[in-house]
């Protein structure tokens, strides 16, 4: 949105709810910024930890709420939507910005009851209800469909990070309530393409949280047939359990792995650039629930070839043989398949890493989500 065409919205309040600071930092400090553009007020609520800071730094402001984000327990969720309400009231907010789905849950019933009409549910995906294939998982993603569509008013707007989500809340993707962002979005120019490592071996890494809904598992388990068949390759795991996460992958078995030949686990990092100037291809071999992973973007835009798996979101980004290769979710053998290959074709990989940064600027950039997150709140808010 160019500056010409921008309404004055100076002194409207926008109020962004989502449960933990550092995940508001890692994927939304641009929505702030663009909010900010616009000339909003804007104040984030969430649990506060270690990055206040970071947000404070956009201009916005931090107002500190406790919830506990692994329980939707009625009571726990009612006691803090009544909170949460006090401070929209406080804050006299014109609009509304939940992120996730407790957020969405919690935080529309707080607008409710603060009177807060104009409202954007970011669904960032279903997370391991979305992963779930079974009976329990359809009965529970009906379950999410009926909440949250009961708590929309005529001034909410959905904003999804892939095509797939929507038709979930039974909503058109194409439709005007829908607004489809390339995820986080990604800075082109902080994270560059840099040389490959030297071949062999083709060193694989997973950057995420140590969650067996992201696969972590299944790229263990392949890169060990990978290894068994002869294939050079080498697996590098970055990430930290997730302790709210019901799919937290045990310290111990994180440990074992790293003791594995081959299997290195790291813990978190902050320097992605660093991993991926130190590797060949990025996998996230995920069973599902994604909205669209930073991980990946990251990836693609250092100009790395990517395995990935057949769920909305990862699909999203990557095209198969072309941005690197998609696989079945929950299918080691075709992941190990997808690494034996890929490990006798070092031309093959850097073709594929030279798409994957061509893709992740066409759309996925920081600028593309914030000039997208500015229409969508200037049109709720000029309505």
């Not at 800071?53 to 956009?58: F, P, V, W």
Request: net charge neutral.
């Amino acid at each position: 949105m160019s500056a010409a065409l921008q309404p004055n919205l100076h002194g409207r309040k926008l109020v962004f709810v989502v449960t933990e600071d550092w995940f508001f930092v890692s994927h939304f400090l641009p929505m702030a910024r663009a909010a900010r553009e616009l000339g909003l007020d804007v104040a984030v609520v969430t649990r506060v930890r270690s990055h206040r800071g970071a947000i404070e730094a956009t201009g916005a402001r931090v107002i500190p709420l406790e919830a506990e984000r692994r329980s939707l327990n009625p009571m726990a969720a009612g006691f803090a939507a009544g909170q949460l309400a006090s401070i929209l009231k406080a804050e006299r907010a014109d609009l509304v910005h939940c992120i996730a789905l407790r957020s969405i849950l919690v935080g529309g019933f707080a607008a409710m009851l603060a009177g807060v009409g104009a409202r954007v549910y970011a669904l960032t995906g279903l997370g391991f209800l979305g992963a779930r294939t079974d009976g329990v998982g359809r009965l529970s993603q009906q379950a999410v469909r009926l909440l949250v569509r009961s708590l929309e008013t005529g001034r909410t707007r959905y904003l999804f990070e892939n095509t797939d989500d929507p038709r979930l809340l039974g909503l058109d993707p194409t439709g005007s309530r829908v607004t489809i962002v390339g995820g986080a979005g990604i800075d082109p120019d902080a994270l560059l393409p840099s040389p490959l490592p030297a071949f062999p071996p083709l060193k694989v890494a997973v950057v995420a949280r140590m969650l067996w809904s992201k696969g972590i598992d299944l790229a263990v388990e392949a890169v060990r047939a990978a290894r068994a068949q002869g294939a050079a390759v080498e697996l590098s795991l970055y990430g930290a359990p997730d302790p709210s996460n019901p799919k937290a992958i045990p310290e111990e078995t994180l440990e074992a792995w790293n003791a594995e030949p081959g299997i290195a686990w790291h813990g978190p990092t902050r320097d992605i650039a660093a991993v991926w100037r130190d590797h060949h291809v990025a996998c996230l071999p995920s069973r599902g629930g994604e909205g669209l992973p930073r991980t990946l973007l990251e990836a693609a835009a250092c100009g790395r070839a990517i395995v990935t798996t057949d769920v909305p979101g990862c699909r999203t980004l990557v095209r198969n043989e072309v941005e690197g290769k998609i696989v079945p979710p929950d299918d080691a053998a075709s992941l190990t398949e997808a690494f034996v290959s890929l490990a006798a074709r070092p031309d093959l990989v850097a073709r594929m890493g030279e798409a994957a940064r061509i893709r992740v600027l066409d759309g996925f950039t920081e600028r593309n989500v914030m000039d997208a997150v500015k229409g969508l709140y200037a049109e709720i808010l000029t309505s």
